[in-house]
């Protein structure tokens, strides 16, 4: 098989049907800028929760003057209350689960909230009196705060355990539907392209039969003529790939490294690495695409 006659022929195809090349490396573009920005989501979502579950606190809530339930009946904690729930954090039953806590009291509970709601009307009304006094444990492994919770839960002084992990699950489990939905529809336009390759190619055919037929008779190979094709479908996927993989490590550089990281502070953003993982994932599937729709379009519809 004669390499160089075959790009030959496969460069003569894209030049005949420029404007369907176009088409192909359009819709392979957009679908696959769909793709990696789908992945690049998974990565931060996974990235956010290796951070922030690492961080998260059971939250030990103790009684204040006008806390409900039947273990606050007696008012704010006592210090007995308070000491006997710190000996049960360091008894040998939960100190094998505790990595550190601390305690926070009720002006250091004030202080925290006039700085997170500074400027906020609601901050006048409250009084540190009416703040829980709290233990915050860091555990050395986050999923079995459940421990904590049933152990602690009920004890006369307390008036709720709470893991900080709830209120993260449900956060992740909504940009979790979001990257699911990214996902939905770069598999959409992925069948798209597919769909506009597989007709590029039969039309490429059509508009050459004669010349296909000539080579039959000289007695070329199926292989020999359908290469030129799938060449043809695989240059015009890989350049959209490659302006895909280009959209997404500009998306990260510009966007995520330089918009998001100087707005929210403190949290664990994707950098240029993970999108450079990204972009020969692109390339691979954007030319397995080309390679597949390609072959079974000459395949099934080319008669010569």
Known sequence: MRIGLIFSEAGSG?????????SVVLVTFISLTFVGAAILMQMQIGQMKNFWYDRAQVGI?????ISPGESC???????????AVESQLESPTLAPFVDKYYFETHEQAFDNFKKQFAGNPVADYVTPDQLNQTFWVNLKDPSQSDVLVESLSGVSGVENVADQRRYLDQIFSVLNVASYTAIGIAVLM?????????????????????????????????RFIQTPFVLEGVFA?????LLAGGAIVALVNWFVQGYLED????FSL??????????PILL????LLAAVSANFAITRYLKV
């Open 237 to 241: 996927a890989l350049l959209g790939s």
């Open 270 to 279: 994707i950098g240029l690495d993970d999108a450079i993982i990204v972009v």
């Open 263 to 266: 707005r929210l502070k403190g």
């Open 73 to 83: 009946t007696g008012g704010e904690a006592s210090v007995e209350q308070i000491s």
């Open 190 to 222: 992925l069948v798209a392209a597919v769909l506009l390759i597989a007709t590029t190619i039969r039309l490429s055919a059509f508009s050459r039969r004669r010349e296909i037929g000539i080579m039959r008779l000289v007695g070329a190979s199926n």
């Open 284 to 287: 691979g599937v954007g030319a």
């Open 61 to 65: 809530y103790m009684c204040t003057a």
């Open 14 to 22: 894209l030049r005949r049907n420029a404007s369907m090349v176009v």
